[in-house]
Every structure is written in C-alpha cells, then in structure tokens.
C-alpha cells in the first residue's frame, strides 16, 4: 500500500482517466480543519492522483491551491462530493466519497440505451448538479457519460453523481495547453470551445444534450474516424432526431445542441423542462401533462447570466488592492518627458573610446585602468618564448625506439631515476647513448640527473602488412560466440521455430490431435526411449539364446 500525505493509503486502482488515476484509498487517521470532512480512520475513500506532468505544472499546482476552498465547498445530493486535497512533493490528489457503482458509460454498453423517460429523469438529476456548480461559479466543461457514476441506494433505485469538478480547469495550463486547443473530449466539446471562442456555463448544456441523445440512442449524435472530423460536425452539421425519440424530449435536445450559447437554457430551467417531458411521455400521462410536454419550449428559457470560464492564466487570482496613493494617477495626463543629459546645447555626446575616469581614480597622466589591463596581458603572453625545433630532436614526433635487452641485474643495484621534464626549456644537442650508471651514493633526497636523449635513429622499416583474416564459411559459427555456444543457439532457434510452426498452422491437429507442442514432444521423447528400451531387450534375448540359456 502507498502513503498519500500522512492520512491515507492507496490500495488498489480503480480506474484511469485523461488526467489521472483513481484508487480506492483507506484512511488511517481523522483529517485535520483544512479537509472539508474529517472522516474515521479505516474508512474507505476514492483518491484521485494527478498525472505527473500536471503535478510538475506551476501554473497547476497554484490553480489547486487557490481553488482548494470552491472544490471543498462544492456539494449537492448528485455531485461526488470532495473530502480534501492533498499536496506533497510532486504529487497532487483529490481525495473523494467512493461511489461503488459503474459509470454511465460503461453501464450503456452492458444494458443498452434507457427508455425516453429514464433518460430524461437522469439527465435532469445531472442538470440539478449542474446548476448548483453554476452558481458557485464552478464549470464542468467534460461532461460525459464517463464521468457520471451510478450510485444504487438501498432500495434498489440509481442516482446519478457527477464527479472530476474542476479537472478540467486545473488541467487548462499554459504549461498543457494552447490557445488553438480544447479542453475535453471531442465527442462532447461544445463549438465554442472547439472555435477557441470565449466559455461559459453553455458549454456544460451543449454536453448535457449530447449525453441525452446517448442516453436514449445508445451512440453520441456527432461521430467521425479521427477528432478533427468530429470537431467538424460539432460547427456545421444539426443532429437528426431518431424515430425514437418523441417529441417533446427531442425539442429539449435540439435546444441544448443550439450552436449559439445564449440560445441554450440555463441549467435550472433544463432540469425543470426534461421532469415535464418526463411526466407527459409515460403511458399514464394525462391530457394536461402531455400538453405541458408538447410546450416545452416555454421553459427552456436561457440563463442570463451565465458563468464565465477565465481565459486566461491568472484572471481567477483575487481582486490585488493597489497602492494608497493610486488616487493620485491621472491616466488622460499628458505624456511625461525625461530631462536630457547630453550637451548644454541639446546635442549628442561625442562617441568616446573609453568611458570616463570616475572621481577619486588615477590621474588624468596616469594610465587608464583599461589600458593597465591590457599591458599587463601583453607581459603574460610575452613570456612565452617561440622558438625552432628540429623535428629530428622532437620527442613528441620521434618515434620511440626499442632499446636492447639489458642484462639482468643484481638486486643491490637501483634502477636510473626517471628524468623529469622541464617546461618550456629548449631541447638540449644531441649526445650519444649513456652509459650503465653507476651505483648512486647513499644519500637522502638525490637531486634529480638530467634529462638526456639518444640520437636519432633511423626510421625502422615497416613491417610487412598483415593479411586479412580468412572468415570461416561454416554458417552457423556466430561472430563473437563460441562453437558451443553457436549450437546451443542454433537448438534454442530450432526449439522456438518448431513451437511458431505447431501454434501456427493446422500440424497440431494432424498429429497430435489438438496436444501443446511441450506434450508432443514429451510424446516423442517417450516413444523413443520405450524404443530404445525394446531393442535392448531384444538383444539381451539374441545373446541369452546364442549362449544356449533357455
């Protein structure tokens, strides 16, 4: 189990998403003020951790710490609600209510789309959801079947609850995105946003639409083979209402898919229209309520105030109180001018090859501080001395020369001290060949001899050259293995081709009647060794009666 801050840890996951992984967590102590709830400890809780590169965001890390009090405020009967927000290291996690329940979509594709009225009693709880995030200013903006969990109460009955508030506003960085990208899931992007246009709460209606047009049909109303087609379809095409959508419910569909935000309802007033639709659909639905339904169009009112989306990097930080004498700016005065530090007469300074002396410096006489510099690095370049070298008498381009074999000596007698080069000193004449040293005087700290060399040589003449190395034409030899090793390659190569033959094609069900290949070949090998065995026998029989033995 892995530790998430001080009060939780991690025990299996449950599920991963665009932004992060979910894991069911336990709690092993009571959180503190700064959690929203406090909880026991051994209870189970759902733990959301961000994806590494959104932890490693500034811009991210900043949004979560500043949004921490709206995520922990945020709670309705149908929105997951967040317990705390932890922050360690490079790690970033909402910890959650764990709903045991699938998600939406994944609940579609086991059972299949939901009848009109189902659908519309679900997505208007979502819509409730919806509305209380609205008005604390809180959009969703990736509303989808994926992030609408199914929780069952005791009755038996399922409640919608809508989770990752919030995600896509943390995860709508500078650092992750630009500003010709989306944030969301194609299928489900409100045009506005796929445009780059400026978002508001709308764009969680235009995503309610499509999740009840997926509810009742099984399918979202815009697809396509890659996410620009999709994003296509989302700005120039209407959807078509299938035949089995009624009515009613298909006039509060094509209100949510409007391309223009401000002609989809509010979140409150969508609620309200899909309960009436709801009512006046079902087969015990009086004359009154099917008459409401048919005039649903009357409360599909759009919000006249919608919440707006920041746009960008900061617009959400807190209102800064400028400075007390701010009052004192005048921003339609004229602009300012700064004074001239040129010549008396306006005009330009002379162009001057060194700055001036400051005050309290050398003397005008003596020289400038620049030009001490520059002759002092003229004096340490001039202490190198260039000088001609014969190449004949270069150690570093003379090849070294093989000396004769020197007797051996006794162990009384010390080898000649190393001779120790001397810097930039010029090569001294050439002198012949010394001699046997002899044997040093004993005394401490010898000062080192100099250094002598022998005479130029002639160039030895170069050998003859090699002759290239005759490969082995045996195939199965491998370069840098050897015979050993090739054929145990080879009987590994030969094992694996076998098992690729016997998998691949019908030869398992020729012969072995639908046997592994390991079971064939213990086949084989046991076949043979009864084999073996029989002949043994037979022999020992043929020797038994050549030796007259009944």
Not at 283 to 300: D, I
Not at 345 to 350: E, F
Request: glycine share 8%; hydrophobic share 35%; with cysteine.
């Amino acid at each position: 189990m892995r530790p998430v801050g001080s009060k939780y840890l991690l025990e299996e996951p449950l599920g991963r998403g665009a932004t992060g992984t979910v894991w069911r967590a336990r709690q092993n102590q009571t959180a503190g003020a700064e959690a929203a709830v406090a909880g026991q400890p051994g209870e189970t809780v759902a733990i959301k951790v961000l994806k590494e590169e959104l932890a490693n965001d500034a811009d991210v890390v900043m949004r979560f710490l500043r949004e921490r009090s709206v995520l922990l405020r945020l709670t309705h009967p149908n929105i997951v609600r967040t317990r705390d927000l932890v922050v360690e290291g490079d790690l970033l996690a909402l910890v959650m209510d764990l709903v045991d329940g699938p998600d939406l979509h994944h609940y579609l594709r086991d059972n299949g789309p939901l009848t009109p009225v189902a659908a519309s009693l679900m997505t208007a709880q979502i819509a409730d959801a919806l509305a209380a995030s609205h008005a604390d200013g809180v959009v969703h903006r990736d509303l989808k079947p994926a992030n609408v969990l199914l929780k069952t109460d005791a009755d038996g009955q399922m409640h919608p609850m809508l989770t990752d508030f919030g995600i896509a506003r943390l995860a709508d960085s500078p650092g992750l995105t630009r500003t010709h990208e989306f944030v969301g899931t194609p299928a489900y992007v409100a045009p506005e946003s796929a445009e780059g246009r400026p978002q508001t709460s709308a764009v969680d209606i235009y995503g309610a639409g499509i999740l009840l047009y997926e509810l009742v049909t099984g399918r979202p109303p815009f697809a396509g083979g890659t996410a620009l087609e999709v994003l296509h379809r989302h700005l120039s095409e209407e959807p078509r209402r299938p035949t089995t959508v009624p009515e009613p419910l298909w006039t509060v569909i094509e209100r949510c898919l409007r391309k223009e935000p401000s002609e989809r309802p509010s979140a409150e007033n969508l609620a309200r229209g899909l309960r009436t639709v709801a009512a006046g659909i079902g087969v015990h639905s009086s004359s009154a309520q099917v008459e409401a339904a048919l005039g649903v169009a009357a409360l599909l009112a759009p919000d006249p105030s919608p919440a707006a989306v920041p746009q960008a990097p900061g617009a959400a930080d807190a209102t800064q109180v400028l400075p007390s004498n701010a009052g004192a700016y005048d921003p339609a005065a004229a602009t300012s001018v700064l004074p001239q530090t040129g010549r008396p007469g306006g005009g330009a300074d002379p162009t001057a090859m060194m700055p001036p002396v400051p005050p309290g410096q050398p003397r005008p006489e003596d020289p400038h501080p620049w030009q001490s510099q520059l002759q002092a690095a003229r004096d340490r370049n001039e202490q190198t001395q260039v000088q001609y070298l014969d190449p004949n008498q270069d150690p570093l381009r003379r090849r070294p020369q093989r000396q004769a074999q020197r007797p051996p000596q006794s162990p009384q007698q010390r080898p000649p001290q190393r001779p120790q080069p001397q810097p930039y000193a010029p090569a001294p004449a050439p002198q012949p060949r010394y001699q046997q040293p002899q044997r040093p005087q004993p005394q401490a700290y010898a000062p080192p001899q100099q250094q002598q060399y022998a005479p130029p040589q002639p160039p030895p003449q170069q050998p003859a050259p090699r002759q290239p190395r005759q490969r082995s034409a045996n195939p199965v030899r491998i370069p840098g293995l050897g015979c050993l090793k090739g054929c145990l390659v080879m009987v590994v190569l030969f094992f694996v081709a076998g098992w690729l033959i016997w998998e691949l094609t019908p030869l398992q069900g020729w012969i072995a009647e639908g046997k592994s290949y390991w079971e064939a070949i213990g086949d084989g090998i046991e076949k043979v060794s009864d084999w073996i065995s029989k002949l043994g026998e037979a022999e020992k029989t043929a020797d038994e009666i050549g030796n007259g033995k009944p």
